[in-house]
């Protein structure tokens, strides 16, 4: 029996295997779940480099026009001018607004994106990398290894997490698929400020951008109703004891100031502290205002 918060009581019928925090930080491919209240979670799809599909064409045009849309943001962030900085706040102000499921979602890469770890059903330990074409081309019959899920076993089930993962692919792929398309519609309004050569196109670069990050939000929700629907990879949901240590179950709130730095540094993952905060802060705000009313 687990005890969650004041009046609410459930009961687990199976325990979820633990592991380690070094067996966790030794998979290659995982998703993490970061519960942010008792309602809501953070989906976090984490692989390592030699994963990636280096040889689609795709990626590595995506991989140069990201690498050079970054260059341009630094230089546009580091500009002295006051306009530039001006720009720069309006940008992040709009930013930090948008839904941070959309920062979750996007973490979970197209199925395209990622070699699939398989083997061979009579030779389950011997494990190879195939692209997806290579992996749905293949006359062998192959076994794609289980992807784990790793959780605070204490405060979340795996019926519970599976349901948000329902939810999140769900409603994420109609959302984002809807905004991509506003986007992409408004960019034509955008074009009589290419005309005036001392301003630059903001409105065009920065809806081009959100078009980007809908369309990657979209995909990855995507390829979560894939997982589930299809059950390839087989999911298997994993609990870290120290993992649970670090939630105070009392709290409505569960990633917040305090666990947030935790969380980072016992599942090493440094990249997600500024998508994390803007979790903090726009729920926070939610709550708050949910118990001033």
């Known amino acids: 029996m687990k005890v969650l918060g004041p009046g609410c009581i459930r009961c687990y019928a199976t325990k979820i295997p633990s592991v380690t925090v070094q067996q966790f930080l030794r998979d290659p491919v995982k998703i993490i779940v970061i519960p942010v209240t008792n309602k809501k979670v ?13 040889d689609s064409s795709v990626i590595r045009l995506e991989r140069w026009v990201t690498k050079k849309a970054a260059d341009i ?14 720009i720069v706040l309006w940008v992040n102000k709009l930013l930090m607004n948008t ?6 979602l996007k973490t979970i890469p197209g199925e395209n994106y990622l070699l699939k770890r398989v083997s061979k059903k009579d030779e389950p330990n011997d494990e190879t990398k195939l692209s997806l074409t290579e992996y749905l081309s293949s006359n062998i019959p192959l076994e794609p290894k ?3 899920v ?4 204490s405060i979340l089930s795996e019926e519970e997490v599976k349901l948000q993962f329902e939810k999140e692919y769900r409603t994420g792929m109609q959302y984002h698929k809807k905004q991509m398309l506003l986007c992409l519609l408004g960019l034509p309004l955008t074009l009589p400020v290419i005309l005036v050569p001392i301003i630059p196109n903001v409105p065009g670069f920065y809806l081009t951008y959100r078009a980007y990050c809908n369309y990657k939000a979209y995909a990855g929700a995507q390829h979560l109703k894939t ?3 299809k059950q390839s990879p087989k999911l298997e949901f994993r609990d870290i004891e120290e993992y649970d240590k670090i939630f105070n179950t009392q709290e409505t709130l569960l990633l917040n100031d305090k666990t947030l730095p935790k969380i980072i540094e016992l599942l090493e993952i440094p990249e997600m502290k500024i998508d994390l905060e803007k979790v903090v802060i726009q729920e926070k705000a939610r709550i708050e205002e949910i118990q001033r009313d």
């Open 42 to 54: 953070f989906i976090y799809h984490k692989h390592t480099a030699d994963l990636l599909n280096e």
């Open 73 to 86: 943001w630094g230089k546009l962030n580091s500009s002295p001018k006051s306009y530039n900085k001006k």
């Open 99 to 104: 839904p941070w499921t959309e920062n979750s």
């Open 146 to 148: 289980p992807l784990n």
């Open 150 to 153: 790793y959780l605070p076993g």
């Open 227 to 229: 997982i589930m629907e």
